[in-house]
């Protein structure tokens, strides 16, 4: 199943978390949407600047934010109404946790790439 998923907190180094998930989400053939404070383009894919600039529906998004940066964009990600939302080791937050699933959002403190290399992101 090809699922869409933003990555919030993108980056373009290689040696990055966000990185190597990007490019095994590429490689599983989902379609991802690079969100960072820059917007650029990152492994060949169109980057965005906020979650708001995608316009199709997003099924997940992975968190490689800290959740003090996290917090300035909740809402923002709330009105993108993801089916999930994966906070990745270094960004878990339980406040922000709750704030999600109060509307009905499903959280998951993991790691995307283990996920992925495991078999159980879809």
Same mark, same amino acid.
């Given at each position: ?40 383009? #990152? ?5 965005? $600047?906020?979650? @708001?600039? *995608?316009?199709?529906?997003?099924? =997940?998004?992975?968190?490689? /934010? ?6 300035? #964009? ?5 009105? $993108?109404?993801? @089916?999930? *939302?994966?906070?990745?080791?270094? =960004?878990?937050?339980?406040? /922000? ?26």
């Amino acid at each position: 199943m090809t699922l869409t998923v933003a990555i919030i907190g993108a980056s373009q180094k290689p040696q990055r978390y966000a990185y190597k998930t990007q490019a095994l989400l590429m490689e599983k053939k989902h379609t991802v949407f690079p969100v960072s404070a820059n917007g650029l383009d #990152i492994l060949g894919v169109q980057g965005y $600047a906020s979650i @708001r600039d *995608i316009r199709q529906p997003i099924d =997940t998004v992975t968190l490689y /934010l800290n959740a003090g940066r996290h917090e300035q #964009i909740k809402e923002e990600i709330l009105q $993108a109404r993801p @089916r999930r *939302i994966i906070f990745n080791p270094g =960004t878990e937050s339980a406040m /922000l946790v709750q704030f999600y699933q109060a509307r009905g959002i499903e959280t998951l403190e993991a790691c995307t790439l283990i996920m992925l290399s495991s078999g159980c992101f879809d």
